[in-house]
T-cell receptor, first 114, second 113 residues
């Protein structure tokens, strides 16, 4: 099905390890986003991209890096994982006119850092 | 800055009961407003939206009206079903041309038979 695909779905890391979360969309959307979801906190924006080759910081960017080398892919990296990064991570994408179309979300990656 | 405040949950209702989930917002300009729904183990899905004052968004029996005078976008459904059990998020954007959403903290709804 067309949409946003996130890999992996689950991961357990040890403190200090690194990993990359992959987000792929096949809708030719210009804009892509990484959010984290924590109990009682809602969704918080980590980083976003307004087009291929561009990235920008969101609300909670510390400890994360991103890259958008291809329009359809948006990667989220953790260089040195910490227990505070235990969360569910959601990728989303959108057309430019957000007011008309909103976001399309992936199904999430549940990350546990021990 | 922009912010969204939702009623705290969890909310537990019997099947066929009336549902209201309150949402108020703070924003400059003329934001667009959204309700998203997240079923267990899944990502968020757009439920309905409204892009200007007095607009009513509707989908799957849910409705919400964009009230600029009270800065509100309350979600309602006349008769809930067990399958409506989910977490509901209110969100706003800064309007046409914006590309960021600000989310509320979510309200968990449980519907019991």
């Amino acid at each position: 099905n067309a949409g946003v695909t996130q890999t992996p779905k689950f991961r357990v890391l040890k403190t200090g390890q690194s990993m990359t979360l992959l987000c792929a969309q096949d809708m030719n959307h210009e804009y892509m986003y990484w959010y984290r979801q924590d109990p009682g906190m809602g969704l918080r924006l980590i980083h976003y991209s307004v087009g291929e080759g561009t990235t920008a910081k969101g609300e909670v960017p510390d400890g994360y890096n991103v890259s958008r080398l291809k329009k359809q892919n948006f990667l989220l990296g953790l260089e040195s994982a910490a227990p505070s990064q235990t969360s569910v991570y959601f990728c989303a994408s959108s057309y430019g006119r957000l007011g008309d179309y909103g976001y399309t979300f992936g199904s999430g990656t549940r990350l546990t850092v021990v | 800055g922009n912010s969204v405040t939702q009623m705290e949950g969890p909310v537990t209702l019997s099947e066929e009961a009336f549902l209201t989930i309150n949402c108020t917002y703070t924003a400059t300009g003329y934001p667009s407003l959204f309700w998203y729904v997240q079923y267990p183990g899944e990502g968020l899905q757009l439920l309905l939206k409204a892009t200007k004052a007095d607009d009513k968004g509707s989908n799957k029996g849910f409705e919400a009206t964009y009230r600029k005078e009270t800065t509100s976008f309350h979600l309602e459904k006349g008769s809930v079903q067990v399958s409506d059990s989910a977490v509901y998020f209110c969100a706003l954007s800064r309007g046409a041309g914006s590309y960021q959403l600000t989310f509320g903290k979510g309200t968990k709804l449980s519907v019991i038979p």
